[in-house]
């Protein structure tokens, strides 16, 4: 997924604007396709919808009204906050499926032996080592953003 950086950004504060950087360019799409992603994969069938909806919009720290408005793309702007959240969200999200994935592999591993799943295996540690580095990155910038406060 590339970033886009635009002429128009929704910060709130000449704080959250000059705490932009070139690694936190973000654009109200990127976070409209994170959120659209994290409520797709969570519904599991009919009438799911409202519990994946309540329980994605809380690991983004919105209400579900908002929540549905971002997919919806109602929003008017987007801070820079909010987008942290919402991918902060997704990349927590990222790392619980790397989990559930490797817990597979694991079983598989037991299964049939090391040989089949090996590569799979140490792909797989490089990337949750990718995703939890950008997890910590994220968390990092909001708690300078608050600090700055």
């Known amino acids: 997924m590339t970033r886009v950086e635009t002429d128009t950004l929704a910060a709130t504060t000449k704080q959250e604007a000059s705490a932009m950087s070139a690694v936190d360019a973000y654009s109200p799409e990127e976070a409209i ?19 994946a909806l ?23 702007d987007l801070t820079l906050r909010s987008y942290r959240k919402v991918r902060l969200a997704y990349v927590d999200f990222t790392h619980r499926l790397i989990s559930e994935l490797k817990n597979e592999i694991y079983a598989l591993e037991e299964t049939h032996g090391h040989a089949p799943v090996a590569d799979i295996a ?19 910038r909001m708690q300078d953003a608050e600090t700055k406060r």
């Open 122 to 140: 140490d792909s797989l540690a490089v990337i949750e080592a990718q995703v939890k580095a950008e997890k910590a990155a994220i968390k990092k």
């Open 54 to 76: 309540d329980e994605v919009s809380t690991w983004c720290g919105m209400s579900a009204r908002s929540f549905k408005r971002l997919m919806k793309r109602d929003v008017k």
């Open 33 to 51: 396709q994170f959120a659209s992603k994290m409520f797709k994969r969570r519904c599991e069938g009919w009438g799911d919808e409202t519990r």
